[in-house]
């Protein structure tokens, strides 16, 4: 009995034992399939491509095409990468209304009417400060000399731009703002009015400065409002859609940013070259303008001047707020948001993401 009672244990021992040996080699199967899952999943987290929505002009993000900077951060991760030039902020914003592109360079005016519109975008980068690149040119042949010497006559700006929202706080102060006619036109089409003598006198950046002031001198600058407290700047946003989906994308957008940057902080003649050649202008040419605007450092925009952090956001979103009932009560917005959505919209944490990293 003793014998047969023993050899009936060893069995159920021995069975208990394969069972437990299959079923661990299972579970490690089962572990190593979820590992394998995973990983692919992480892989296919990244789209397939991305659409920036960009101006042709002197700056950080420029740089960061010509210096392959996107394909660093993008192409070289299997993400193919899309640019659409766009003449002002407008039409990036019919765009981004569209979801034909993620990322869009613009001023802070038209921010501020993708955030009126309820494009579900946020602000996350602020390429420069605008200076004496942007400008109030008028003919060397105009006879006008003053600010006060515009009155009936035809002024050309791009509307809901920088340029137009600077524009008018200057005919404001002059107190002359209903005594001028603005014509809403973008820049190639200044440029052909001009040369036409059509116009005498439009607001507008550079490059389509220069070209107005080859025949031409700067009456006020954006330098000369900035003083003034009118602060302007080009900004870059993201469709929520897009960033709430791939935020390290976005980080990484930043740091590139960021290190194009530091090639016209450390050699400015370098980054004046490089420009010169993207935009088919002269170096010397790209190198003024592009000493016309400020450029930020990351740990500078997220100082309280500007982004400040989540917890006491910085003072660009007080500007962005003043600019915004400023553009309500001239008709240019329908509706301006709230301090606490531009609080929200102006978001610092991909710059201090991108800083951590690198």
């Not at 394909?71 to 299997?78: L, P, R, V």
């Not at 900035?226 to 935020?247: L, Q």
């Not at 003024?288 to 660009?316: A, C, I, V, Y």
Request: glycine share 6%.
């Amino acid at each position: 009995m003793k014998n047969s009672l023993l050899k009936k244990l060893s069995v159920i021992l021995l069975i208990s034992i394969l069972v437990f040996s299959v079923s661990g080699c299972g579970n490690d199967s089962t572990q190593n399939e979820q590992a394998s899952k995973n990983e692919s999943t992480e892989e296919q987290a990244l789209p397939e491509e991305i659409n920036f929505g960009i101006l042709r002009i002197p700056n950080d993000e420029t740089i960061a095409l010509a210096e392959g900077y996107f394909d660093k951060y993008f192409t070289e991760k299997g993400i193919e990468v899309n640019t659409t030039v766009f003449d002002s902020g407008a039409e990036a914003n019919q765009a981004l209304a569209s979801g034909s592109i993620d990322f869009a360079t613009m001023g802070n005016t038209n921010a501020i009417t993708a955030l009126s519109r309820e494009l579900n975008v946020e602000m996350i980068w602020l390429h420069e400060v605008l200076g004496d690149n942007e400008a109030l040119a008028v003919k060397n042949d105009s006879g006008i000399e003053k600010v006060e010497d515009l009155v009936g006559e035809r002024v050309a700006v791009p509307f809901a731009s920088t340029a137009h929202y600077i524009l008018l706080n200057v005919l404001k102060e002059a107190g002359i703002e209903k005594e001028v006619q603005l014509l809403d036109m973008q820049t190639a089409e200044i440029v052909a009015a001009w040369e036409r003598g059509d116009i005498k006198a439009a607001y507008s950046w550079q490059p389509t400065l220069a070209q107005l002031l080859k025949n031409g001198y700067p009456l006020v600058t954006s330098e000369d409002m900035a003083e003034k407290g009118y602060i302007t700047a080009n900004v870059e946003v993201v469709r929520k859609k897009f960033s709430n989906k791939y935020p390290n994308l976005v980080v990484d957008f930043v740091s590139a940013m960021s290190e194009a940057a530091d090639i016209y902080r450390k050699d400015p003649q370098k980054a004046a070259e490089i420009v010169s050649q993207e935009l088919g202008i002269k170096p010397e040419v790209a190198l003024h303008q592009m000493r016309g605007t400020s450029w930020k450092t990351r740990e500078e925009l997220l100082s309280q001047d500007f982004f400040g952090n989540q917890e006491n956001p910085g003072n660009f979103a007080k500007i962005m707020k003043d600019t915004s009932d400023f553009l309500q009560d001239q008709g240019s917005i329908e509706n301006s948001p709230s301090q606490e959505e531009y609080n929200e919209y102006v978001n610092p944490e991909y710059i201090k993401l991108s800083l951590e990293n690198n």
